[in-house]
């Protein structure tokens, strides 16, 4: 892939502003509002785990966490969350069970959106689903580029010669 095509690419894949993200209309902007909850996060604490039921849409406030997942008897560490990361859209938007464990390694907070909420303003604006569906794909995305420049093969050619022979060119 060009460089070019790989930064339009990167470009259309960054995430949205959260304000942008969640933007509804008044009336399901307040069933949202209403029923967000915070959460005060100890250092350790495991706030959710793989595979148990998703809880809603969280938004970390506050802190960094871990999030650690298991694929075919291996542990993998999927990166750090931060203040301002929208967490778990594939498990709210998809099957309803997490897809990874998040844990704090400092203390924090994080904002949960209900999923019974979310999916009453689903009902309620559509439009809110396709705008998280949009997110969800941007993720991915994002994920697949950053995956791949972390293949990307180190190639080191091999010369031989002495380091004059290399300076005139001399080397195979």
Known sequence: MQPE?????SAAARARPLVEL???PPGTEALLNDSARCIDVDVGEVVFRQSEDCRGLYVVIS??????TERLETR??????????????????G???HTYTLSAQVDGSV????VD????TFEAYPQLRMQLLEELAREVSRGYDASCQN????????TSGTPADRRAGLHL
């Open 76 to 93: 993998l560490t999927l990166g750090v969350a931060r203040a301002g990361d929208l967490l778990e859209l594939a498990a709210v938007l």
């Open 5 to 9: 095509a790989r930064s339009d690419r």
């Open 63 to 68: 802190g960094q966490y871990l999030r650690r």
């Open 151 to 158: 293949r990307a093969p180190r190639v080191q050619r091999r």
């Open 95 to 97: 099957d309803g069970r």
């Open 111 to 114: 904002l949960l959106l209900p």
């Open 22 to 24: 969640l933007q509804c």
């Open 117 to 120: 909420a979310l999916n009453r």
